[in-house]
T-cell receptor, first 113, second 112 residues
């Protein structure tokens, strides 16, 4: 079983739609849960992160963590064409060394005007 | 502004040549990382460093070398032993290992 699995996409939605991006993981030691946004030919940008379980909201973005189900989600409300990018989930154990910080393979999102 | 600077943005390597990619951070982070990203694929860890004068191999270290002589700098050398070096290389840093990582804008390496 892979450590992190992410909806493969690609995903195309009309402008204004609500987008749901999801990852599942297997390592119960993970405590930090992150979402990155990567535009073409750019480095990943840290969008949001949460420590342990719960929800976090930042503008149009909401991150949810359900540790009991080992499932994390990123919701984007009122999606815009500028949200078109690849979204990577990531997670780590506290003071996780190299291999205890893992990234999902990414979901490519296109928001159509 | 604090951040991570990678240079150059584009680099070309001749057969049998070693090339060095630069990564500098002014975030005062202890941990630094190098990843390789191939088209349509996820990030693969090459090397990471938890602290100055220390570094550890990642999943795909063969054909690469690093040094960490200063806290703010973590250069990556792609040696001639790396037979398939064409890729997008990303440097990242974090306060300590396990904390969220921040990335530079990458170096795209191609073979002449």
């Amino acid at each position: 079983q892979k450590e992190v699995e992410q909806d493969p996409g690609p995903l195309s939605v009309p402008e204004g739609a609500i987008v749901s991006l999801n990852c599942t993981y297997s390592n119960s030691a993970f405590q930090y849960f992150m979402w990155y946004r990567q535009y073409s030919r750019k480095g990943p940008e840290l969008l949001m992160y949460t420590y342990s379980s719960g929800n976090k909201e930042d503008g149009r973005f909401t991150a949810q963590v359900d540790k009991s189900s080992k499932y994390i989600s990123l919701f984007i409300r009122d999606s815009q064409p500028s949200d078109s990018a690849t979204y990577l989930c990531a997670m780590s154990a506290v003071r996780g060394y190299g291999q205890n910080f893992v990234f999902g393979p990414g979901t490519r999102l296109s928001v159509l005007p | 502004d604090g951040g991570i600077t990678q240079s150059p943005k584009y680099l070309f390597r001749k057969e049998g040549q070693n090339v060095t990619l630069s990564c500098e951070q002014n975030l005062n982070h202890d941990a630094m990382y190098w990843y390789r990203q191939d088209p349509g694929q996820g990030l693969r860890l090459i090397y990471y460093s938890q602290i100055v004068n220390d570094f550890q191999k990642g999943d795909i270290a063969e054909g690469y070398s690093v040094s960490r002589e200063k806290k703010e700098s973590f250069p990556l050398t792609v040696t001639s032993a790396q037979k398939n070096p064409t890729a997008f290389y990303l440097c990242a840093s974090s306060i300590v290992t396990g904390q969220p990582q921040h990335f530079g804008d990458g170096t795209r390496l191609s073979i002449l």
